[in-house]
């Protein structure tokens, strides 16, 4: 890596933030979560306080000085910002709070890199409009983007318009405030989503690039990646449909600017209504010219195999893109307690695939491991196995740059802190300085410093050279 690659960690502000309704904020689609328990989830927590990074942002930030961080990325809640969504009315005290925090990074030294949209869809326009399912939310986004991008253009340089927006139709309460109308099918239920989170990008990518025709913009993938579990052939193009929905599907459209070839086939055939208006598909033509790079999270690599007993290959896709499919354990890596597969070379997989389909700068704005890190009784954390994890991620970073030449823009650890999970869990962590709190409600919210925290330091100091996990702590 050069001297001008980023290094740093991400959150997400509404699992962290706690500081519940303070300062007009309303309430969001994160708050209101029924959790089901994921695998290996045995506890939950809620969101009055989290990590209460709302109090702590500036203990926090300082922590990140301390590392040599060079970037950071974190969310502006929108349900903090416009607490309704729908009426235009724009709670000063919220855009102040973000104001406050960029300024503390810039003032560390740290670029802020702004996400938009991270599970914080204002309650009221899930409720009340059914969220991205009806198009006049698009518009209520954009709204919201234009006046944060007007209040931050000078601040601000990397923008991403939109969390892991390829989830949305497979997490839909909590991606787009959604959740699939009676007697609508699967494919028009994900077809739906999928336009109007593609243009809700779209019109944010224009939004800020209005304010600040410099700013660096991208959209954001979840990106897992996805090999087939045998060499049958029936597997493999199994897990090409697979990867082209999950993975490709997104970006093809930001990129491109236009919907590919093989989803407008699976809609006509599955007889899905996919006419939009021409000024809608202008606009999202108009914003991929304007894309700057590409960001994603990489957590996990997966296995796919066709279906035993289904013959008709349109119910195969269905299968695939919507049916339970078997959770398939790859016998080639390992797991974390919670079944997320540990692959470190599927990381430089996806960067060599992503940079040689999309030809844009990359950059890795997710990646960590949840661990159920314990506190020692002298205040410290040896999380060794997250150390490990990080080791064999950012030597295949190294990889991808300097064997494969693949153009990266930085590398974003997930996190600096403990916070809740997507899944409200404490218990589940992923920081590199422990929070002292716990699920049942305790913990004086200190913050200590784990083993990987100093590691991670040295990382960062040698611009990912020094890898070894040697540090005194």
Same mark, same amino acid.
Not at 171 to 193: C, I, K, Y
Not at 248 to 256: H, S
Not at 298 to 307: C, E, M, T
């Given at each position: ?51 209460? $990074? ?17 970037? =950071? ?23 102040? %709070? ?14 802020p890199v702004v996400s938009l949209v991270h599970f914080d869809m204002p309650d009221y326009l899930r409720v009340h409009y059914n ?11 954009? #709204? $919201? ?12 340089? =990397? ?6 927006? *390829? ?22 239920? $994900? ?29 954001? #993938?979840?990106?897992?990646?996805? =090999? ?33 070839? =093989? @989803?407008?086939?699976?809609?006509? *055939? ?25 960001? !994603?999270?990489? @957590? ?21 893109? !919507? ?31 992503? %940079? ?26 040896? #999380? ?69 925290? @100093?590691? @991670? ?11 070894? *996990? #040697?540090?005194?702590?």
């Amino acid at each position: 890596m050069n001297k001008d690659f980023l290094w740093g960690a991400a959150l997400s502000n509404v699992q962290a933030e706690g500081g519940y309704l303070e300062d007009g904020k309303g309430l969001n689609v994160y708050d209101t979560l029924e959790i089901s328990f994921e695998t290996g989830q045995s506890t939950l927590s809620d969101t009055t306080v989290a990590a209460d $990074h709302y109090h702590h942002y500036k203990e926090d930030i300082a922590h990140m000085k301390e590392m040599g961080f060079t970037a =950071y990325r974190f969310s502006i809640v929108w349900s903090r910002i416009h607490p309704q969504g729908d009426d235009g009315k724009t709670n000063e005290a919220g855009l102040a %709070y973000y104001e406050d925090m960029i300024d503390e990074l810039l003032k560390a030294g740290i670029e802020p890199v702004v996400s938009l949209v991270h599970f914080d869809m204002p309650d009221y326009l899930r409720v009340h409009y059914n969220g991205f399912m009806d198009r006049r939310v698009v518009d209520f986004y954009a #709204d $919201h983007v234009a006046v944060v991008a007007k209040r931050f253009k000078d601040k601000v340089k =990397y923008w991403i318009t939109y969390n892991e927006v *390829n989830t949305a139709s497979f997490g839909p309460r909590l991606v787009a405030g959604a959740q699939q109308p009676e007697n609508m099918s699967d494919a028009q239920f $994900h077809a739906t989503l999928t336009h109007h989170t593609q243009l809700a990008h779209a019109k944010a990518v224009l939004a800020i690039k209005k304010e600040n025709p410099n700013a660096m913009v991208s959209g954001m #993938d979840a990106y897992g990646s996805i =090999y087939p579990f045998t060499c049958k052939p029936e597997d493999v193009q199994a897990a090409r449909f697979a990867d082209n929905m999950n993975n490709n599907l997104t970006f093809d459209v930001m990129v491109n600017g236009e919907y590919p070839s =093989y @989803y407008l086939a699976y809609l006509q *055939n599955k007889g899905v209504d996919f006419n939009h208006p021409q000024d809608e598909l202008d606009i999202i033509k108009e914003a991929s010219q304007k894309l700057d790079f590409l960001a !994603f999270s990489y @957590y996990q690599s997966l296995v796919v195999k066709a279906p035993e007993g289904i013959e008709d290959p349109l119910e195969v896709q269905d299968y695939l893109l !919507f049916g339970a499919r078997e959770k398939l354990s790859n016998p080639y890596v390992t797991a974390n307690e919670w079944g997320w597969q540990i692959d470190p070379m599927g990381l430089r997989y996806a960067l060599d695939t992503l %940079y040689e389909r999309y030809h844009k700068p990359l950059f890795i704005v997710e990646n960590g491991i949840g661990i159920d890190d314990q506190l020692t009784e002298d205040k410290k954390v040896y #999380d060794d196995d997250r150390i490990s994890y990080y080791q064999g991620h950012i030597k295949n970073i190294s990889d991808a740059i300097e064997l494969d030449g693949v153009e990266m823009i930085g590398y974003l650890a997930w996190a600096p802190i403990d916070f809740l999970s997507s899944h409200k869990e404490m218990r589940k962590r992923y920081g590199f300085v422990f929070i002292d709190r716990y699920d049942d409600g305790t913990g004086t919210l200190a913050r200590y410093p784990k083993k990987s925290y @100093y590691w @991670y330091k040295k990382v960062i100091a040698s611009q990912g050279k020094d890898l070894e *996990n #040697d540090i005194e702590y």
